[in-house]
Every structure is written in C-alpha cells, then in structure tokens.
C-alpha cells in the first residue's frame, strides 16, 4: 500500500512540483528534456498505435497517428495538472522544490525557492498586477489602432477599384510586410493612395485589383475596403482581449491589497 502512495503521490503531487522546478531553472538541459519528453510520448504512443493497427484490420499508419496524438495528449493533460499543483502549493504558501524532495530548503539549497511565496505572505503579488497592466496597455493600443482604422470617413463615401501600382518592401529592420501604392480612378482623375501590403486576410501583389472606399467630395481622401474589414474585426478582438486583461488585472490588485492588509494586521496584532 505504501508504495501505491508513493507512486500515486510521484504522478499527481511531487512529480508536477519537480517538474515545474527543474523547468524554473531556465536552464538550456530543462528547454531541451521538455522537448524530448514531448517527442518521447509521441514515440511511444505512435508505437503502441502501430502494434495495434497490426493487430488489427486498422491502417498502421493511421494508428500510429492516433496514437502520437494520445501520448502527447497524456503529456498535456499532465502538464495541465501540474499547473493545478503549482497553484495549489502557491496558496499554501509550499515551494515546488519542498513538496518534491519532502524537506524545508536551507542554507545554499534554500535559492530554489527564492521568490515563492511564503507563507503568511499576500496570495497576489506585485508583479502579476503589473503583467496586467502592462498587457492592458498593450492590447488597448492595438484595440485604439483598429478603432481608428475602422472609422467612417468624414462625409458621403462610394467605392470603385483601383490597381496596385507599385509595392515597398520593408526595411531590414522591420518585421512588417511593406507598403503597396494603389492607383485608382474617380471621374477621369488619377489618385494614389499608401496602404498596408497586408490588409487583413489578403496580402497585396503588383497589378492587383483592390476595392477603394473614397469621400465623394473629395477623391484623393481613401482607404482600401479589405484594410476597413480587418480594422473593424480586429478592433472587437483587442477589445475583448485588453477588457480580460483589465478585470484581471482588478481582480490581482483586489487580491494584492488585501493580502497587504492582512500581512500588516497580523504584524500589528
């Protein structure tokens, strides 16, 4: 009975607070055995799948695929679990490193769990409530970009279609995917506009056909309707995503301050 624990205990509680320590570490040898425990799961469940497709009237290699789905499927739920641990041990104030080898860390063995919370110590620290507000920030640009992109133009609009005339590629240091030239039409007048080469799910190549949105007052004022749609699909993304971040970034400082305050009324009782 005693070694079922300790097995159960390995597979459930110690060995996902292992784990997650030797992947603290950030070391290149923890990156490097993530990646072969993912392949060797695989391997395995690839193996297993074949020994099964001989067995039976079942494609080989269609059940060696399903089975490196499943084995890396065992290894995610697992991985899953132990960000449950982690959490867990988190409340309690437990460092990973204490759960797995079963002993309080001191002297030069006590630097693993530097910066684990202690116990007695508040559950939100300062840093996640900066994580959100820094992704705030970030997504709610991305969010203010779209919108702005998405705007109606000032005044009555009509469309036509218009060429794209010549394309710029990006400087080395941009990671961007260029500009495009757009040539277009109105009433016998040439105009040109600049647009992003890639608006949206389209990505601009010479003399292609592009739909143009102008102000029929003023022609030269246009936007490329494909760049408009993915504004106006992109602004509720970033909108939802920066609002997520916002209410969790509340929800952390609610928690930070709490836990500062029943720090501080312990030490002062």
């Not at 941009?174 to 890639?198: H, K, L, Q």
Request: proline content about 5%; charged content about 15%.
């Amino acid at each position: 009975m005693g070694r079922v624990r300790a097995v159960l205990s390995w597979g459930f509680v110690r060995g996902p607070a292992a784990a997650y320590a030797f992947l603290d570490t950030g070391s290149a040898l923890a990156s490097f055995a993530s990646v072969a425990a993912i392949v060797l799961c695989a391997a395995v469940g690839a193996g297993i799948g074949a020994l099964v497709g001989l067995t039976t009237p079942s494609s080989v290699s269609d059940a060696a695929g399903v089975g490196a789905l499943l084995g890396g499927g065992v290894l995610v739920a697992w991985l899953l679990l132990s960000l449950v641990v982690v959490a867990v041990l988190w409340v309690r104030g437990v460092s990973p490193i204490e759960t797995a080898t079963g002993e309080k860390p001191a002297g030069r063995h006590a630097a693993p769990s530097a910066g684990w919370r202690g116990r007695g110590e508040p559950l939100v620290p300062v840093s996640l409530v900066l994580f959100f507000l820094l992704m705030t920030l970030a997504f709610g640009g991305e969010w203010v970009h779209a919108r702005q992109l998405s705007r109606p133009l000032d005044g009555p609009t009509a469309t036509t279609t218009g060429t794209v005339a010549t394309v710029h590629e990006p400087p080395w240091w941009d990671n961007g995917s260029g500009s495009a030239d757009i040539r277009y039409a109105v009433a016998g007048t040439d105009y040109v506009i600049e647009t992003g080469r890639d608006p949206g799910e389209h990505f601009l190549a010479l003399d292609e056909v592009v739909p143009i949105e102008y102000v029929v007052g003023g022609p030269a004022t246009a936007r490329c309707v494909w760049t408009v749609e993915s504004a106006r699909s992109d602004a509720a993304f970033w909108f939802w995503l920066a609002a997520g971040c916002a209410g969790l970034g509340l929800l952390s400082l609610s928690g930070f301050l709490v836990g500062r305050w029943r720090s501080s009324g312990r030490r002062g009782g």
